[in-house]
């Protein structure tokens, strides 16, 4: 059975820069790609960014881009969640998730496998 586990979540103070980690465990393991969404206080999950696991094919939301980066390691499993310049509006629970198809997707219900998420909190 395939696990994610996220880490790297905590409080921190506007304009500062965190940094997640998503590792994947389980023989089976076997991606396409590896994404990153958010769900704040109240509201709905939203996606934040995605990679290919086989290219350097990255998306973002418009809300971050350009304040986090997206990579992977592909030898460890593990995806990584750079997040630099961060700001109120970013403090949510962080949750990575895996997807098996060819094809890239930005929806919550396309994704197999979820990790537990990780709380980000930035003070203003």
């Known amino acids: 059975q395939v696990q994610l586990v996220e880490s790297g979540g905590g409080l921190v103070q506007t304009g500062d820069s965190l940094r997640l980690s998503c590792a994947a465990s389980?023989?089976?393991?076997?991606?396409?790609?590896m994404a990153w969404f958010r769900q704040a206080p109240g509201k709905e999950r939203e996606f934040v960014s995605l990679?290919?696991?086989?290219?350097?094919?990255?998306y973002y939301a418009d809300s971050v881009q350009g304040r986090f980066t997206i990579s992977r390691d592909n030898a460890k499993n593990t995806v990584y969640l750079q997040m630099d310049s961060l700001k109120p509006e970013d403090t949510a629970v962080y949750y990575c998730?895996?997807?098996?198809?060819?094809?890239?997707?930005?929806?919550?219900?396309?994704?197999?496998?979820w990790g537990q998420g990780t709380q980000d909190t930035v003070s203003s």
């Open positions: 389980g023989r089976s393991f076997s991606t396409s790609f």
């Open positions: 990679i290919a696991w086989r290219n350097d094919n990255t």
């Open positions: 998730a895996a997807r098996r198809a060819f094809v890239s997707s930005r929806q919550m219900k396309d994704y197999e496998t």
